[in-house]
């Protein structure tokens, strides 16, 4: 099965919300400038690839669930994620299984990456931290391995031992979601981590511009991963009993 995960960096003042219907318009009215461009900017993107991948011109209604986890009211139509950083925005999409997107800037959240984040690591991925030559870096991208995890678990609050990693090994174990993938990497001053349920066949990436659409920059999978140095792949491990 393949994914598609998409990143736009929404330079433009205003974006062109012409897919979205008026009732996103109007939520967006009662948000700050910066909450408002950030929210457009994510379901234009969402609605930009419902067009280009299933011809669907207008974005379909979404519904938050019980978690807080945004979803397409149609149980028919793809799962998706949105995450942002900065000023870019990313959305993952698939119609077969859950998906979870987390993108982080690095010397955004550089800073962040401290004792009450690392107390939620385990043993061994804190001594996988501390054995690379950028820690404060590797430790980002795990926790932004982590948070595309939780959102794919729907525990983006409060979930964080619901899930362990093994940065050496390439396995995880989460607790709520037993079958999972995630691939991560890091590329300029982002990090960001795709999770799938149950499995990750192909993860296509693209690159989204108001004035040219998609296009695809590299497509991963078992047989095709990248020579980047910070790719990451983890699968997951039977529960523990």
Sequence with gaps: MACHFARWVAAEPEPDTHRLPPNVLLSARSLSEKQRKRFLSGRVLL????????GITELPAIITLPSGRPSFESQNLPDFSLAYAGTTVGVMLSSEGKVGLDLEVIHARSALINSQQQAQLSAVEQTWIALQSDPVESALQLWCIRQSM???????????????????????????TPEAQVMSDIDGSLTWACAHSPAIARLLCWRYSPESGFTRTQTLSIQQQPHSPHFMKFTSLPPAK
Excluded: C, D, Q, V
Aim: charged residues 20%.
């Design 150 to 176: 939780l959102k794919l678990s729907g525990l983006t609050e409060h979930g964080e031992r619901s899930l362990s990693l093994n940065p050496a090994s390439g396995r995880l174990r989460s607790a709520i």
């Design 47 to 54: 609605a930009e690839m419902m067009f280009y991948l299933y």
